[in-house]
């Protein structure tokens, strides 16, 4: 319940940086913040890496805009636990790769505690050249209320053991709503890269 303080009302833009290979500076970077840290209506605009980036913790945030991020808008891993209500995602054409890019522990997949957000109202709007949500290495996550639409690749992306196996308890997407997604679907008229989720 640690505080790492407030920030209310705020649109960050043109943050962030690459400093080397793996080692990047966010839009908006939270380490380790407890749930009494106010994060509300805030705007993260073309960040020159991750839009937002949660690294453990358990802060929450609502009312939230990440546009034009050129790499991932919401990245999460390191047993983050926050609760998110009202979210945006809006990624700009010819930058960027993921929505959401959401791990627990690369080094450790089922080390806790194990990065089990919940999400409530997101709208995700993709690029022919993006991903929606890569769930990976781990993580869980409740997801409810979700619009996914416009991304080229995969919309949603579940990847290794230890986060398929998570599914449908502690990792869940319900009554959302993926539409207009996929290369595949746009070429031969099927829709399998889309996906109605009501539990």
């Known amino acids: 319940t640690s505080s790492c303080g407030s920030l209310e009302y705020v649109r960050i833009e043109y943050a962030g940086d690459e400093l080397s290979k793996d080692n990047e500076l966010n839009g908006l970077t939270l380490g380790a913040c407890g749930s009494a840290t106010t994060l509300s209506y805030i705007q993260v605009h ?3 890496d991750d839009g937002i980036e949660f690294f453990g ?12 991020a050129q ?3 919401l990245d999460w891993d390191l047993g983050w636990r926050g609760q998110v209500t009202n979210l ?4 700009f054409a010819g930058t960027g790769d993921n929505g959401f890019e959401s791990d627990n522990n690369g080094d450790m997949h089922d080390a ?10 997101a709208t995700l709007i993709g690029t022919p050249d993006t991903r929606g949500m890569v769930l990976r290495e781990g993580t869980g996550g409740v997801m409810n209320n979700f619009i996914v639409s416009g991304v080229g690749k995969s919309s949603l992306d579940i990847r ?3 986060s398929v196996a998570l599914w449908p308890d502690s990792l869940s997407i319900e009554n959302s709503f993926y539409f207009a997604n996929g290369a ?16």
Do not use: C, W, Y
């Open 184 to 199: 595949f679907a746009a070429e031969t008229g099927e829709d399998d890269n889309n996906a109605e989720f009501n539990k």
């Open 160 to 162: 290794d053991a230890a």
């Open 71 to 73: 790499d991932d808008s």
């Open 46 to 48: 073309r960040g020159k």
């Open 57 to 68: 913790g358990t802060a929450g945030m609502d009312h939230i805009l990440i546009t034009g």
């Open 88 to 91: 945006i995602v809006h990624q």
């Open 112 to 121: 806790l505690p194990r990065s089990v957000p919940t999400i409530t109202n």
